[in-house]
């Protein structure tokens, strides 16, 4: 079976966030692509969080029910309920729906974009929020795949 891996054009594997992608620039999320999921898969669910922020972990992005045949996240992903090509926004921990940048308070912060290949679709609404996504892929997830990214602002 292939490896499930996560990429992006914007940034390696624990390197920097390119500033575009975080609050200090656009705010709009950066390219993803994937390969290796298990061909049992029914469909993909994402989340990025941030582990490091002061009191809980953040919560950046929910993205689920994406198509199991989706292979890839276009830059700068809308923040409307329902992605082109398939997929439900759900509520970051800014209040809001899609994508929310790196903005960390001081330091260096590290995200986690988490992808799940999971075995039924989840039909949650749309403005779910991570706790709810994360209940419902109880026991449904096969495989997953992660990218880590790093930010500091005012470098």
Known sequence: MAE????????????AIPRKHTC???????????SGQPSQTASLALIVEDPDAPRKTWVHWVLFDMPAARS????SV????????GGTQGKNDFGNLGYGGPCPPSGTHRYFFKLY???K????????????????MEGHVLAEAQL????????
């Open 4 to 15: 499930f891996v996560l990429r992006s054009s914007a940034f390696q594997e624990g390197a």
């Open 24 to 34: 200090d620039g656009e705010d709009v999320s950066p390219e993803l692509s994937w």
């Open 72 to 75: 890839s996240l276009p830059d």
């Open 78 to 85: 809308s923040d409307r309920p329902a992605v082109d090509g």
């Open 117 to 119: 290949a999971l075995n």
């Open 121 to 136: 679709k989840l039909g949650l609404p749309s403005g779910s929020s991570r706790h709810d996504v994360d209940k419902a």
């Open 148 to 155: 880590l990214g790093r930010y500091s602002r005012g470098r």
